[in-house]
T-cell receptor, first 115, second 113 residues
Framework: NAGVTQTPKFQVLKTGQSMTLQCAQD?????MYWYRQDPGMGLRLIYY???????DKGEVPNGYNVSRLNKREFSLRLESAAPSQTSVYFC??????????????FGAGTRLSVL | AQSVTQLDSQVPVFEEAPVELRCNYS??????LFWYVQYPNQGLQLLLK??????LVKGINGFEAEFNKSQTSFHLRKPSVHISDTAEYFC???????????FGTGTRLQVTL
């Protein structure tokens, strides 16, 4: 099993450009998450999807949009990239059901630079 | 809302020495606790978790952690570290197994000869 797959692995954008980060999981998980990781700040939740058809804002949603395309896929879109969005982005998934283990499984990350 | 504090941003240690990485949390309700490890240029992987039961939990690679409710702590320990343990370690908390995780800011463990 591939687990959680993120594409692309690296991306360089100019300020104002748009892009979509893709994430897919093959574990039949209900919940999916997008985080950003910045030095000294740990992981901060951008958006999450508790189940197919639902999305909710996390701690730092400004400047981002998400789409839960189906149970497998959860994309993150930057409509107009800004240098402050330079970061490493991680997608994660979990069973999401009460009583499940609560473990989140992470992709390898996307390193994004906005110039 | 819950929060997690990892006071040590970096912990240098010699190979074969013991190590403790500290994690404290705050929450008004019962929590579930996790330690994740991130090796250079990789995603996070689960090291161990506390959901219920015994307060001493064992994880992969010889790590263990103890849940202390009175001190609201979940410190990670290993009796003898290896060079390969060099990584960043994140403590995380949720208020339910179906809930979001809140992460600490991470502790970088640097193991040297």
């Amino acid at each position: 099993n591939a687990g959680v797959t993120q594409t692309p692995k690296f991306q360089v954008l100019k300020t104002g450009q748009s892009m979509t980060l893709q994430c897919a999981q093959d574990m039949n998980h209900n919940s999916m998450y997008w985080y950003r990781q910045d030095p000294g700040m740990g992981l901060r939740l951008i958006y999450y999807s508790a189940s197919e058809g639902t999305t909710d804002k996390g701690e730092v949603p400004n400047g981002y949009n998400v789409s839960r395309l189906n149970k497998r896929e959860f994309s993150l879109r930057l409509e107009s990239a800004a240098p402050s969005q330079t970061s490493v982005y991680f997608c994660a998934s979990s069973g999401g059901l009460a009583g499940s283990s609560g473990i989140q499984y992470f992709g390898a990350g996307t390193r994004l630079s906005v110039l | 809302a819950q929060s997690v504090t990892q006071l040590d941003s970096q912990v240098p240690v010699f190979e074969e020495a013991p190590v403790e990485l500290r994690c404290n949390y705050s929450s008004s309700v019962s929590v579930y606790l996790f330690w994740y490890v991130q090796y250079p240029n990789q995603g996070l992987q689960l090291l161990l978790k506390y959901l219920s039961g015994s307060t001493l939990v064992k994880g992969i690679n010889g790590f263990e952690a103890e849940f202390n409710k009175s001190q609201t702590s979940f410190h990670l320990r290993k009796p003898s570290v290896h060079i390969s343990d060099t990584a960043e370690y994140f403590c995380a908390v949720s208020v339910g197994t179906a809930s979001k995780l809140t992460f600490g800011t991470g502790t970088r463990l640097q193991v040297t000869l």
